[in-house]
């Protein structure tokens, strides 16, 4: 069904069928579930570390189902074509439901090589080096990794204990969020089954309820979860007019990803995840194992 452009856009003809795509785009970007579709059970990390501990570690055996989306993708492929790419937002709505149908494909080849192949075109490679870039992301972390390294080993860096229970942090980052928000509700519950120590939807902040936490952890989380994730979804949904500005498209990851990360060991996990991560087509188990002791020597355990 047709939607007629609003008076901001005037007469405009070529404003019509944009909002109509925009509406669409909306409905079967909503079934386009990324991290929904490759989240692991919490169990498998409570086993690998008891195996961890015990001196017997073992790689993590993620299920590998992919999910078929042929009939979001029939969909994205005819908004995509009806779409004026010389029109600024003609251009913008096919931009959007291109990452929707990279992602949607990227989903249909969990456990498959393709699954890579359209994960670098969504959210890129650790050692490409744009054009605003001095040096690629790879060597990035490397040089701050040998900076921090330098700091820890001279013992200038204070230790920062995880010591917070979740309810404790909750209730903390409730009322420290509350001032912000005062035109939405916008909760923070505990959930023990998230993979991640938080989440953040428009509505609400999840908090792992079986996890500890540090101060640092406390401006952190406000700053990336409530103050961008949440914040950017509400500014687009307050807007009246183009309903995708309400959803968090799949092109918009690595911008949302970067800001309001302040923690100096998330930037540590983020450093030794980069090189880690240079071939990303590399499956082979002792690549897995590598980066598996990666991160977990940046969190902490031997």
């Given at each position: 069904?047709?939607?007629?452009?609003?008076?901001?856009?005037?007469?405009?003809?070529?404003?019509?069928?944009?909002?109509?795509?925009?509406?669409?785009?909306?409905?079967?970007?909503?079934?386009?579930?990324?991290?929904?579709?490759?989240?692991?059970?919490?169990?498998?990390?409570?086993?690998?570390?008891?195996?961890?501990?015990?001196?017997?570690?073992?790689?993590p055996q993620p299920a590998t189902m992919p999910v078929p989306?042929?009939?979001?993708?029939?969909?994205?492929?005819?908004?995509?074509?009806?779409?004026?790419r010389g029109h600024p937002i003609g251009n913008w709505l096919y931009k959007s439901a291109w990452s929707y149908r990279v992602a949607a494909r990227m989903l249909g080849q969990i456990g498959q090589p393709g699954f890579t192949r359209c994960s670098v075109l969504l959210y890129g490679r650790p050692d490409t080096q744009y054009r605003n870039q001095v040096v690629n992301n790879a060597d990035a972390a490397r040089q701050m990794l040998a900076i921090t390294d330098d700091l820890i080993d001279r013992e200038l860096l204070t230790p920062v204990p995880c010591d917070i229970p979740a309810d404790v942090f909750a209730q903390r980052l409730r009322e420290k969020i509350a001032p912000f928000f005062v035109h939405d509700e916008v909760e923070v519950v505990l959930d023990p089954s998230l993979a991640s120590k938080a989440t953040a939807s428009s509505s609400r902040v999840r908090i792992r309820a079986t996890a500890m936490?540090?101060?640092?952890?406390?401006?952190q989380l406000?700053?990336?979860?409530?103050?961008?994730?949440?914040?950017?979804?509400?500014?687009?949904?307050?807007?009246?007019?183009?309903?995708t500005l309400g959803l968090g498209a799949p092109r918009t990851t690595r911008?949302?990803?970067?800001?309001?990360?302040?923690?100096?060991?998330?930037?540590?996990?983020?450093?030794?995840?980069?090189?880690?991560?240079?071939?990303?087509?590399?499956?082979?188990?002792?690549?897995?194992?590598?980066?598996?002791?990666?991160?977990?020597?940046?969190?902490?355990?031997?």
């Open positions: 069904m047709a939607v007629t452009a609003p008076a901001l856009f005037g007469h405009d003809p070529a404003f019509e069928p944009m909002l109509t795509c925009d509406r669409a785009l909306g409905g079967v970007g909503r079934k386009i579930r990324v991290l929904n579709a490759i989240a692991w059970p919490v169990e498998l990390e409570e086993r690998f570390l008891q195996g961890w501990r015990a001196g017997n570690p073992a790689l989306l042929d009939a979001e993708i029939a969909t994205l492929d005819t908004l995509m074509r009806g779409l004026d936490f540090s101060e640092e952890d406390l401006e406000t700053q990336h979860e409530a103050y961008i994730h949440t914040a950017t979804l509400l500014n687009g949904k307050h807007q009246p007019h183009l309903r911008t949302q990803e970067g800001p309001g990360d302040v923690r100096r060991d998330h930037h540590r996990r983020h450093g030794y995840r980069a090189p880690a991560a240079r071939g990303p087509a590399r499956a082979d188990g002792a690549g897995r194992a590598g980066r598996r002791r990666l991160h977990r020597r940046v969190q902490g355990f031997p």
